[in-house]
């Protein structure tokens, strides 16, 4: 190709540029409302700045700084921005990723636990300053007659038994002063319920090494969690900060497992409680939060929540086939609560699709015969850097499978054929950012595959996936971290995904439509208030 | 999609991995011939054995080894593989991406150093254990008046003037054995010469601090290496040392800047030597090697070499003018030897393609005018992270420019219409997998974009780019690394990247003809060398 002229050169440069980012939802679109195009020059223009300010400063312990740097370290200077500030206020659609065992905020858990008697607490030693950064706690719920014996001797009294169960306020307001006292008790458990970033990016700096301090932080506080009087207000503080995040519906993951060594325990601390009861509780908090919601005028900011039933994937065959089989009864009883079906579990150690393909296939047949209306399967799949391993070819089989979305799906970008079957079939991507990058997956935000798929026109939801463990609650963080590695997606690419995490959700068509129709009324809100808010901002930093 | 047995689901699977890898090179060759099928094989499961064995230890300073690991900590593991012995044995074909400056190990440039008086190397004070590590040599051929009046003082005395030049043999031979003697001068000059793990893994751990360190190791010893004496013997070097990892034909890029600090310094070190004259020596070069190997009835294991023509992308567009004017000269006395024109330098920092649009847009004219040979452009482009920064947005440039290949093109994967057009008029990137890991666009070889590439049908050339910087002399190292993080790329794969190295090179056609017809024998050599010696190997393994 040859040009007479530089204007020319220009011209022909424009069309590739309009050619190469054709598929991606924001130039698809086509003309952009005033408001629109005004919003997100605005929203460009406040990254511009902080880039280029409250970027390049230095700070304790941050040697260089850069937007999309390593969440758990450039945490503290994200909430300081401008531009967090304004996502905060971002209607987000749907939350369509997530394990509920870890949605709620540690700090809110253990005021949850103080609550509640039931509550013990113990340790393999007793805790002193050169063992309380690698002893772990342990939580259970323990029934009335068995709380009279436990000990009274604090976890840092020297004269403690090891393994002895402590009341939980107890251990917490005996909690020796050397160690922080109360203070000190709610570290060591946030601590061991959440990954820091030397774990994460020195002493675990690896996917396989990073994956036992994730799994860790599960065993620490599941069993206090599924404490079924407790399990009731973590789904509802689960749903009403997901609101105050401006999410309108989520579809938690949850785990079912059945015989597991972490059941659901009933308010006596005596028996497992029937999952069916679970989705009983489930229901009723839900119908209060919108009976609350309702009272207030605010019947807007949520449709609604469904649940994604998992297992774990190093189970049996024959025991997924009894799981199956529980997912259908559950639906037959809550059909507007079940939204699909999905395993759980590091893909790159545990078990591939593969392993459980006799009892997946015969999944919709069972329903046929129970005759619910249809389980979609929704599968994690490709939660790996490997390039043709057991867990990168988990892609070919959830979707021959017909999963209707895929979980993470981080290594679809090697994957050509894939790639157009999602688009064809709509099979959008639940992509979690932050998750990918703590868990190792991606160093940073600027060497995540994110850009990839959008440019080729997949259909993706941003997800937080494990927030209490990584500290991304809500979905602003996420949004974030997209939105400061890249020069390209802007606010309109935000809202595009928001309206995708609806449009992709398990919600009636038309719960769909309502959804959207709410959400394109608040997304006009927020442009208006994102316009004023830049200016102000922009202003406020030139006249610096 | 519903399937009524196992068997029917695997059929349909099968189909869809071959579908969805259809582009690769590797599958789209069809049938393999038996002994391409056994070696394949052989090679596969000498890695897997070895992944089991040797990456599984512990390893002094490797807390925590993997295949594919960051390279300048893995390296002593990697040479330690039999996978790693086989590779050297490959033929490799073509070396398109290296930069002269940066391709003959330092320990040999220091020995070729030791031969010339007219070397001289200073420091900016007096070394001690304290300073040694962060003051930097600087070394320059004298001419012979200024060389009498050179201190003798080691550089490790306390009385030693700074700024003062020292002969080089002399500063090494009094060097302070306290600080390691001759040897440790050595060290000294090494580690400003080179990256090591804890520069680019913990204290220059961005792409922006690591870039810093890289062109430092370029200041160290460029003047000392454009000495024209050592320049020739720097050559000879470079081309016996690649031919002697199994690379046929090189293509490096040579740094032409008219005016520049760092010239080409005549034998009487008085003044500088005019680019032609270098061209004169690397043709002289170039004939004698062929000589050798004729008279040794070793001509087929060494094709030629081509220059490719490069300045530095932060000179003015009037500048650039004149180097293109530069390049067509040479290409007129040297038809031979000019492959083509690129510019340099960190596409981060410096000035992007369109700054120099209007020059650039001229040079077919200006060739056509001046009646030489086509001299195509092989452009840098997208070596970086951004997302539509000018680094990124380089690539539209260089593809409208008419790039015959891409020199990185890291960001490619992001532009689907690029990756089209790059299949379309076949153009070839040069991918250089160390490079990219140590500069930080990626954490390790599994994060890395090429099996992106791969699959989507682009053609790919592994290359080296700076290996006396970064250790990864020859190609055998780079090969390793994409062979090692991958369960889908084999030898095939590797085979085929060979022959697109020489397929997307300079040479006319005629020379690309005898080039493959010469390779392809190699490669048979080859695979029947590897079916036996990984045979030897994976016997070994299974008997201990």
């Given at each position: ?60 312990g ?8 390593e969440f758990l370290t450039?945490r ?30 540690v ?26 950064g690698s002893?772990l ?50 570290q060591w458990?946030t601590a061991a319920a959440t990954i820091n970033p030397t774990e994460a990016y020195v002493t675990h700096n690896t996917v396989t090494k990073i994956w036992q301090k994730f799994q860790s932080t599960f065993r620490v ?213 932050i998750s990918?990058e703590i868990l190792r997956?991606?160093s ?22 494990d927030?209490?463990v990584f500290g ?73």
């Amino acid at each position: 190709m040859s040009f007479s002229s530089i204007s020319e050169y220009q011209a022909h440069r424009d069309e590739l540029i309009l050619a190469d980012r054709a598929q991606r939802a924001d130039h698809k679109k086509g003309q952009l409302s005033e408001l629109e195009a005004r919003a997100d020059k605005v929203v460009r223009d406040v990254r511009a700045f902080e880039a280029a300010t409250i970027w390049t400063r230095e700070y304790q312990g941050v040697p260089h700084p850069f937007p999309g740097m390593e969440f758990l370290t450039g945490r503290s200077i994200i909430v300081q921005t401008e531009l967090f500030k304004i996502l905060e206020k971002m209607p987000k659609g749907a939350l369509l990723h997530a394990h509920l065992d870890a949605t709620v905020n540690v700090s809110h858990v253990i005021k949850l636990a103080m609550k509640y008697p039931a509550i013990h607490v113990r340790a393999s030693t007793a805790l002193n300053a050169s063992n309380i950064g690698s002893v772990l706690p342990e939580l259970l719920p323990l029934p009335e007659e068995l709380r009279s014996s436990a000990g009274q001797v604090s976890l840092t009294d020297s004269k403690y038994t090891p393994g002895t169960w402590v009341p939980f306020n107890r251990a917490r307001e005996s909690f020796d002063p050397q160690l922080g006292g109360p203070e000190g008790f709610d570290q060591w458990i946030t601590a061991a319920a959440t990954i820091n970033p030397t774990e994460a990016y020195v002493t675990h700096n690896t996917v396989t090494k990073i994956w036992q301090k994730f799994q860790s932080t599960f065993r620490v506080n599941a069993h206090m969690i599924r404490y079924r009087p407790l399990h009731k207000e973590y789904i509802r503080e689960f749903i009403l900060s997901s609101i105050a995040d401006g999410i309108s519906y989520v579809e938690p993951r949850i785990n079912f497992v059945l015989g597991e060594i972490r059941p659901f325990i009933s308010a006596d601390g005596l028996s497992h409680v029937p999952h069916r009861e679970i989705l009983q509780d489930f229901d009723e908090v839900l119908n209060d939060v919108k009976a609350e919601l309702k009272a207030q005028g605010r019947e807007d900011e949520f449709i609604g929540a469904r649940i994604i039933y998992t297992t774990l994937r190093f189970i049996t065959p024959e025991n997924l086939e009894l799981h199956l089989q529980e997912c259908i009864a559950l639906k037959k009883e809550f059909p507007h609560l079940i939204a699909g079906f999905d395993l759980v579990g590091d893909e790159n150690v545990l078990k591939p699709l593969t392993y459980y393909l006799e009892p997946l296939l015969k999944f919709k047949e069972m329903q046929k015969e129970a005759g619910v209306p249809e389980i979609p399967f929704i599968f994690h799949g490709g939660e790996t850097l490997g390039d043709g391993t057991e867990a990168d070819m988990n892609l070919y089989d959830a979707i021959l499978l017909g999963t209707k979305r895929i979980g993470h799906g981080f290594s679809l970008v090697k994957h050509p054929k894939l790639i157009e079957i999602c688009k064809e079939r709509e099979i959008a991507i639940e992509v979690c950012p932050i998750s990918n990058e703590i868990l190792r997956l991606t160093s940073s935000m600027h060497m995540h595959p994110l850009p990839i798929l959008l440019n080729q026109g997949v259909h993706v939801a941003l997800c937080s996936d494990d927030p209490s463990v990584f500290g991304n609650m809500g979905l602003t963080f996420d949004y974030f971290q997209v939105l400061a590695a890249s020069e390209i997606t802007g606010l309109i690419q935000l809202g595009e995904m928001a309206k995708d995490s609806i449009k992709f959700s398990s919600l009636e068509q038309e719960g769909k439509d309502r959804a959207l129709a709410i959400w394109q009324k608040r997304w006009e809100k927020f442009l208006e208030y994102v316009v004023a808010e830049g200016q102000r901002v922009l202003a406020k930093g030139s006249a610096n």
